[in-house]
């Protein structure tokens, strides 16, 4: 029985995992191409949703299951980092929007 609910679990926490496709995004006065993307790790209470510039993990939120918007934000180089997530629902369904920010410049939007 322990077996069977530990699989399920592990199952649960494999297929809810989803990640964000790169986008580009060049920096003012930046003659580097950044590429950004991120993940959504859906939790038992907490969702984990992580921002990624260059491979590199620089700014980590939680959404609560009662929550429908979460902002927070991190550090790259010497860039400010600012992603705004939100649930949106369509036709297909509901998913995570974040819109991250470099420098209070709109970067990059990604969806869950």
């Given at each position: 029985?322990?077996?069977?609910?530990?699989?399920i679990f592990v199952a649960f926490a494999v297929i809810g995992c989803s990640s964000a496709p790169i986008q580009t995004f060049r920096p003012s006065g930046n003659e580097?191409?950044?590429?950004?993307?991120?993940?959504?790790k859906p939790g038992?209470?907490?969702?984990?949703?992580?921002?990624?510039?260059?491979g590199m993990?620089?700014?980590?939120?939680k959404l609560s299951?009662?929550?429908n918007t979460v902002e927070f934000s991190g550090d790259?180089?010497?860039?400010?980092i600012n992603a705004s997530c939100s649930r949106v629902s369509d036709w297909s369904g509901?998913?995570?929007?974040?819109?991250?920010?470099v420098d209070n410049e709109r970067a990059a939007t990604l969806q869950f």
């Open positions: 029985m322990k077996q069977l609910f530990f699989s580097e191409l950044w590429q950004i993307d991120g993940s959504y038992l209470v907490d969702s984990e949703i992580s921002i990624r510039i260059n993990v620089v700014a980590v939120g299951d009662f929550q790259y180089k010497t860039h400010k509901s998913k995570i929007q974040c819109i991250v920010f």
